[in-house]
C-alpha cells in the first residue's frame, strides 16, 4: 500500500481537484483499489464525492468520518429514561469507510476538525499513521487531500504518507511558496524522523496560450532542484471541472478531452515515479 498526500501551504491550487481525480483515475483506469481520506476541516473532497443528502444522513446515522480517528474522547449520551451513558471510542479497526465506486473508497470529512484543533490531545499526529496500519492489506493507494494552513491534519498526513505529491498554479506568487513548502516539509521529516519521498510537482490550473504559464514553466524547468520533479503535462484550466465537482462529476467521467488526457497523463506519472521509487 502507497500513500500520498496532496499538499501546498497555498489555497486554491486544486490539491483537491487532483487528490479526487488522480484517485477516480487509479480505481477506474489503473484497477487499484484506493481509498481517499479527508482531512481538510472544509471537506471538499467529500462534497466532491458524496451528494449532500447522503453525507447528512451518513452523518446523522453516526456514520464513520475522519472525527473518528482524531476525536478519542468518550461521548455522553444523554438519556431521558436511565441514566447518562458513555460511548467509548470506536476501535481504529472498526472504522468503517463509504464506498463510492468499484475500487474507490472514501473516510469522509467533517467540519467538526475545526474545533477539534483548539482541544487538546496528545499523540493526535500519529493516529492516521495507526489507522492507515489497521487497512494496509485493503488498498494499493491511500490519496490524502489535506488543508492548505499548517495545523495538526497537515501533520498527520505527512507523517502517515509514504510520498507527497504538489500541485501548484503556474504564476509567480504561487511559485515562490514551493521553496517554503519543501523546507517545512524537511523539519517535519526530521522532527518525526519521516521516510517521506516527493512524487512530484504538477502545474494546474493552466492557460498554455498564456505568457505567465511559459515562464513559471521554464523557470521549473531550469530550477536546480525542482527540475527533476515537475510533470510533463500539467492540468488546464477548464471551467466545465469546477462545474461538475459538485455533481460529483469527475475528469475522466466529463466529456473534457483534453482534461482526460491531462489527469490520465498525470496518473500514469504519478504511478511510474512511486513505483520506481521501490
Ligand atoms: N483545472 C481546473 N480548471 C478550472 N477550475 C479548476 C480547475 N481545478 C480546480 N479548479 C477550481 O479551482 C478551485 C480550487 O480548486 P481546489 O478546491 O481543488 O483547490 P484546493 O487547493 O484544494 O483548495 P483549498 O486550499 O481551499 O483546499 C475550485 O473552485 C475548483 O473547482
Ligand atoms: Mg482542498
Redesign the pocket.
Known amino acids: 500500500m502507497k500513500v500520498v498526500s496532496l499538499i501546498n501551504m497555498k489555497g486554491g491550487v486544486a490539491?483537491?481537484t487532483m487528490a479526487i481525480n488522480i484517485a477516480d483515475c487509479l480505481a477506474t483506469r489503473h484497477g487499484k483499489s484506493v481509498l481517499l481520506i479527508d482531512v481538510?476541516p472544509?471537506f471538499?473532497?467529500t462534497q466532491c464525492l458524496m451528494p449532500p443528502d447522503q453525507y447528512i444522513s451518513h452523518v446523522k446515522d453516526d456514520g464513520d468520518t475522519i472525527l473518528k480517528i482524531f476525536d478519542r474522547s468518550q461521548r455522553v449520551i444523554p438519556s431521558t429514561v436511565a441514566d447518562s451513558s458513555q460511548s467509548k471510542p470506536k476501535k481504529l479497526e472498526d472504522i468503517e469507510v463509504v464506498n463510492i465506486k468499484n475500487n474507490f473508497d472514501l473516510l469522509p470529512g467533517n467540519l467538526e476538525l475545526y474545533r477539534l484543533e483548539m482541544a487538546p490531545g496528545d499523540g493526535r499526529e500519529n493516529r492516521l499513521k495507526n489507522y492507515l496500519q489497521t487497512v494496509c492489506d485493503d488498498y494499493d493507494y491511500v490519496v490524502i487531500?489535506t488543508?492548505?494552513t499548517p495545523s495538526v491534519w497537515m501533520t498527520s498526513a505527512l507523517i502517515a504518507s509514504d510520498f507527497y505529491l504538489i500541485p501548484v498554479r503556474a504564476d509567480p506568487i504561487s511559485l515562490t511558496g514551493i521553496d517554503l513548502l519543501r523546507s517545512i516539509i524537511e523539519e517535519k521529516k526530521d522532527n518525526f524522523d519521516l521516510n517521506l519521498c516527493c512524487a512530484g510537482l504538477i502545474l494546474t490550473v493552466t492557460e498554455s496560450n498564456t505568457l505567465v504559464f511559459r515562464r513559471a514553466k521554464e523557470n521549473l524547468e531550469r530550477d536546480k532542484y525542482w527540475c527533476k520533479y515537475l510533470y510533463q503535462v500539467s492540468l488546464p484550466k477548464r471551467t466545465g471541472i469546477a462545474q461538475g465537482q459538485l455533481e460529483q462529476t469527475h475528469i475522466l467521467s466529463s466529456d473534457n478531452n483534453d482534461a482526460k488526457r491531462a489527469i490520465t497523463a498525470i496518473t500514469t506519472e504519478f504511478t511510474n515515479r512511486v513505483e520506481d521509487d521501490e
Do not use: F
Request: proline share 22%.
Open positions: 490539491k483537491t481538510d472544509q471538499n473532497a487531500d488543508p492548505p
